[in-house]
């Protein structure tokens, strides 16, 4: 079945730029979905189709992909950006939603 | 703007069925063409889908919980529900529905989650 790795953590300060990975098979030929989700509450939608945002969304978040790895950034990270986020696909093999493990983002 | 709202039992016994019903608001699932999902969340993990049904029915699946879930809809409702039968423990999970516009789409709209807990 279809994998998407994650890295459990990643930290940033203040004002710097945080870069979220999501490692998978062949993803560049696959559409990826990235959310946002803070204790206690709900994901939200914060990239979809690879590098677009929903109404909201602040430009500081901006996705690509390169190789085997789709990358969310997050520009000028503010303490509210402080969340755990997620990276979706679509296995067209399985017919399924497959979801990364997860990163939690740490604003030091 | 829609909203969805999940709604069931906080706790269900152990080899009982799970049942959840998500009501959207502000909007026909019958009259739009999108699809509706559950996803769900154990404590402390990350997010799992289940599966995901269109509004004329069809279905898709996670294949590891295929032989035991049931998603179906109601447009007289305006509702969709997920059935989980046979709980154990593992089933223990924030459960959360939500709405794509296809199937391989992101989910774009979802409800605030309902905790369930399996236990005796």
């Known amino acids: 079945s279809y994998v998407l790795t994650q890295p459990p953590s990643v930290s940033v300060a203040p004002g710097k730029t945080a870069r979220i990975a999501c490692g998978g098979n062949?993803?560049?030929?696959?559409?990826v979905h990235w959310y946002q989700q803070k204790p206690g509450q709900a994901p939200v939608l914060v990239i979809y189709y690879d590098g677009d945002r929903p109404s909201g969304i602040p430009e500081r978040f901006s996705g690509s992909k390169s190789g085997n790895t789709a990358t969310l950034t997050i520009g000028r990270v503010e303490a509210g950006d402080e969340a755990d986020y997620y990276c979706?696909?679509?296995?067209?093999?399985?017919?399924?939603?497959?979801f990364g493990g997860g990163t939690k983002l740490t604003v030091l | 703007q829609l909203q969805l709202q999940e709604s069931g039992p906080g706790l269900v016994k152990p080899s009982d069925t799970l049942s959840l019903t998500c009501t959207v608001s502000?909007?026909?699932?019958?009259?739009?063409?999108?699809?509706w999902g559950w996803i769900r969340q154990p404590p402390g993990k990350g997010l799992e889908w289940i599966g995901s049904i269109y509004y004329g029915g069809s279905t898709y699946y996670n294949p590891s919980l295929k032989s035991r879930v049931t998603i179906s809809v109601d447009t007289s409702k305006n509702q969709f529900s997920l059935k989980l039968p046979s709980v154990t423990a593992a089933d223990t999970a924030v459960y959360y529905c939500?709405?794509?516009?296809?199937?391989?789409?992101?989910?774009?709209?979802w409800g605030q989650g309902t905790v369930v807990t399996v236990s005796s």
């Open positions: 502000s909007d026909s699932i019958y009259s739009s063409s999108f699809y």
């Open positions: 979706q696909v679509w296995d067209t093999s399985s017919d399924r939603v497959v």
């Open positions: 062949n993803i560049g030929s696959k559409i």
């Open positions: 939500a709405r794509q516009f296809t199937a391989d789409d992101a989910f774009d709209i």
